[in-house]
């Protein structure tokens, strides 16, 4: 099997890999995302993607590289990760009550060949109407920092949500079933390379 790459050093995104028993490196990306980019959500999430995939392409000679990125959106307006407790707070007041999209862009490059896949998952979630004390509370937790929107599914925000519509694991930042799909288009088989 080619050596895969997850050009990432999120926690979550490297657990979920270890979760379907993929064997994998890491070198992290050093792209900057830019959120401020006037783009469709759906084609700046695979944008975002690709640049961190292309970032990680030039530090290594072989192998597929994979990158991902992870976005909420509300009535088409973007929701990166804030940048302060407040910024935090007015997202969340935001989504209260409300559906929003949960889009991951997944980016595959072989390096030695060039070939490059982007697709992005979306999934949609809705979440109760939040007290502000819940609100408060789910701050002080700190579980708002570095994540899209201003919450994780996996922690304590999954107590906002009273139901999705989509893959689960997309919403958490590496859809895994869109992964293997990817992955075969690169003649890399997850079955068959357990039984072998």
Do not use: C
Not at 55 to 79: Q, R, W
Not at 152 to 165: A, C, N, P, R, T
Request: hydrophobic residues 40%.
């Amino acid at each position: 099997m080619k050596n895969l790459i997850l050009g990432s050093t999120s926690p979550r995104r490297k657990a979920l890999l270890e979760l379907i028993n993929l064997p994998f490196d890491i070198v992290p990306s050093e792209y900057e995302e830019d959120m401020t980019l006037d783009m469709p959500p759906k084609e700046l999430v695979q944008h975002l993607s690709k640049g961190k995939a292309d970032s990680v392409v030039k530090k290594v000679e072989k192998g597929i590289v994979i990158a991902a990125d992870t976005i909420v959106a509300l009535n088409g307006k973007v929701m990166g990760k804030p940048k302060s407790d407040e910024e935090a707070r007015k997202m969340l007041q935001e989504l209260s009550g409300n559906t929003h999209e949960v889009m991951t862009g997944l980016t595959l490059i072989d390096v030695e060949s060039g070939r490059s896949l982007s697709r992005a998952n979306i999934s949609k979630v809705t979440f109760k109407t939040i007290p502000e004390h819940e609100i408060d509370a789910y701050i002080a937790s700190g579980n708002t920092r570095n994540r899209a929107g201003a919450y994780g599914i996996q922690d304590l925000g999954s107590l906002f949500i009273s139901g999705i519509e989509g893959d689960y694991y997309g919403i958490m930042g590496m859809p895994l079933y869109e992964l293997m799909n990817m992955l075969k288009e690169f003649d890399v088989d997850i079955w068959k390379e357990m039984i072998t």
